[in-house]
């Protein structure tokens, strides 16, 4: 899988990582349930063994597991941001208002 | 437009700075109720609620049976207004006035069974243990493990906040609840009902407000002393990161992409009902939903027919026509991540055999087509993740080993069913499925008194039954000696010598 960004993503991304100074960031995909495979910026994040880095989004790594991998295959998928005063997920970005997305290229 | 305050420490209250969000009705795409909004800061103050519950107040060191008897108030209290709030979670969550209402008379069951219980857990037990190397009394005490954080989805609002709430309780614990951001309002008013009981202040607190705030707060406070969420498999694996850092006890109920397998031998009208029952119940926003449906290959053409003809009666439309059989999905978001999937499925190569798209008939509201696949490949994407929405997939199989085997292949063991005239052969099948539930002939009968809960990534611990009750208690072992002389102590050679 092949990962992108749209400016609004980058910029949220910039947002965040201004907002929490000397925090290392990741990106990483749910798997279904109430989320899709919704894309979570978390701070402080532990990867496992079968999570690996399929790109780069504002500076942040994004990791996917072999189960997502497979999944996407040879896709693009591309992270935008939208504005939400509803998101529920633990995603950094939620705080601020906005919540990544997931679309296909 | 109703207001909605969040509870804490037997208030209601205003969010910091009053900060409030509109809870959208998905049939209408309106505003329909204002509520308040938690901060990080207003959940410190319903975990400093519940500690003070716990360490200082009556509840935990109540008997069993005044427990069950405000269990039961609480139960009391939901079945008296339970029209009323069955519309108030139709219109926040768009289930079917149907669902919502059996789901408000089964909550109350469900407390009543947590009642019931409360006085028959086994908080102190004798045990036998070896008598060597020395005479010994033992017992288990079996106490609440204190401050409770529990984090609940969108798709059962008010019957999750039972079932995180009921075993609690029913174990002696303090706790602070966080609905859906999507659906807060009938765990807001179970807290009303609440409110009117004898249960203590502080004990029960209910705060909305968004994950990365509230729900992590909870997981990071020390004041906290177990986290239980509802939720995706991601979230359950930052939850149990972020409360690995104070060593929290985690109980966890996470996705699944349940293998449904109806053999050939199985009642095919029974079968195909009970199939898009399995499927298609609150448009397949159910963690333990049969979304694979295996069919034997030689009836396949007749089983798919079946259930495209079952299929085209389901009327989707207005939860709260007693008419509609499918409501919308939770939000706009769902419904595009939906639409996405089934592109995806088709993109792939498997065929939609009937839906697919949003029903023309209607031009507001999150609705999804019920919608069936067929030439579906386990490997495929709709056959892998979960969809959380009304898609079923049909995948074929040659031999039953062989739908064990893809039953099996899946990251996730929630749910899952077997449909046979031969209940034993279908018995065989299911102590072969890797996955907490198993029906046969029957789908999503979860029970109160049986055990609920995920293998693999679907989840740790269990809910309901006595298990679940459990997940909310410690276990204490305490050694009675019965040697009671001091030479006669096994250690008494060991270091003071003969």
């Known amino acids: ?105 | 437009m109703p207001d909605y305050q969040i509870y804490i420490d037997g208030q209601f209250c205003d969010a910091e700075g009053g900060k409030t969000a509109d809870s959208i009705n998905p049939a209408t795409e309106e505003p329909w109720a204002r509520v308040a909004r938690a901060s990080r800061k207003d959940t410190q103050r319903a975990i400093a609620a519940a500690r003070r519950a716990f360490d200082d107040g009556p509840w935990p060191r109540m008997s069993q049976a005044d427990r069950a008897k405000i269990l039961n108030q609480i139960a009391d209290g939901l079945e008296a207004r339970s029209q009323e709030i069955a519309a108030v979670e139709t219109h926040d969550s768009g289930g079917t006035i149907r669902k919502t209402s059996g789901d408000m008379m089964m909550g109350a069951a469900q407390l009543r069974y947590f009642a019931e219980m409360a006085p028959k857990l086994p908080l102190w037990e004798e045990i036998q243990v070896p008598q060597f190397p020395a005479q010994s009394k033992n017992y288990l005490q079996r106490e609440p493990i204190g401050v409770c954080g529990q984090i609940i989805p969108w798709n059962f609002p008010l019957m999750m906040a039972v079932w995180k709430i009921g075993p609690a309780l029913s174990a002696g614990n303090t706790l602070v609840l966080k609905p859906a951001s999507d659906t807060p309002c009938s765990a807001l008013e179970l807290a009303k009902i609440i409110d009117q009981t004898d249960l203590p202040k502080g004990v029960v607190n209910v705060v909305h407000g968004s994950g990365a705030e509230c729900g992590e707060e909870l997981c990071t406070s020390p004041l906290v002393d177990k986290v239980a969420l509802t939720g995706s498999t991601e979230v359950g694996r930052r939850v149990q990161q972020l409360a690995s850092g104070t060593i929290k006890k985690v109980t966890l109920e996470l996705g699944g992409k349940s293998a449904n397998i109806i053999l050939d031998d199985a009642d095919l009208e029974m079968a195909v009902d009970g199939s898009l029952f399995g499927c298609f119940f609150h448009q397949g926003q159910a963690c333990e939903s049969g979304t694979r449906l295996f069919v034997p290959d030689k009836l396949h053409d007749e089983i798919v027919g079946r259930l495209v003809e079952r299929t085209k009666p389901l009327t989707v439309g207005d939860p709260m026509d007693f008419a509609s059989c499918q409501g919308p999905l939770i939000s706009a978001r769902q419904r595009e991540t939906v639409l996405g999937y089934i592109k995806k499925g088709v993109d792939e190569g498997a065929k939609v055999a009937i839906g697919g798209k949003r029903p023309e008939h209607l031009s507001k509201g999150y609705y999804v087509e019920p919608t069936i696949f067929v030439d579906v490949k386990n490997s495929m994407t709709v056959a892998q993740e979960e969809i959380f929405g009304p898609v079923l997939c049909v995948i074929r199989y040659k031999t039953i080993d062989d739908a064990i085997r893809m039953a099996n292949d899946s990251i996730y063991g929630l749910g899952g069913a077997v449909w046979s005239r031969d209940k034993e052969k279908a018995t065989v099948v299911a102590k072969q499925m890797r996955t907490g539930t198993v029906w046969i002939n029957e789908y999503h009968l979860l029970s109160v008194a049986a055990p609920f809960g995920g293998y693999k990534q679907s989840g740790i611990g269990r809910e309901f039954g006595l298990e679940g009750i459990l997940e909310y208690t410690e276990v204490k072992h305490v050694h009675v000696d019965q040697v009671d002389n001091r030479a006669g102590k096994f250690w008494y050679g060991a270091l003071f010598g003969a």
């Open chain 1, 1 to 105: 899988m092949r990962v992108g960004a749209t400016p609004q993503a980058e910029a949220v991304v910039a947002q965040v990582r201004a907002a929490h100074p000397g925090d290392d960031f990741v990106f990483v995909f749910g798997s279904g349930c109430c989320e899709g495979t919704a894309p979570h910026l978390f701070a402080r994040y532990t990867l496992t063994p079968v999570q690996e880095e399929v790109g780069a989004v504002g500076g942040v790594g994004v990791f996917a597991d072999a189960h997502v991998r497979r999944l996407y295959g040879d896709r693009t998928i591309v992270i935008d941001a939208e504005e939400d005063p509803l998101a529920d997920g633990f995603s950094a970005e939620i705080p601020l208002g906005w919540r990544f997305v997931l679309r296909l290229a």
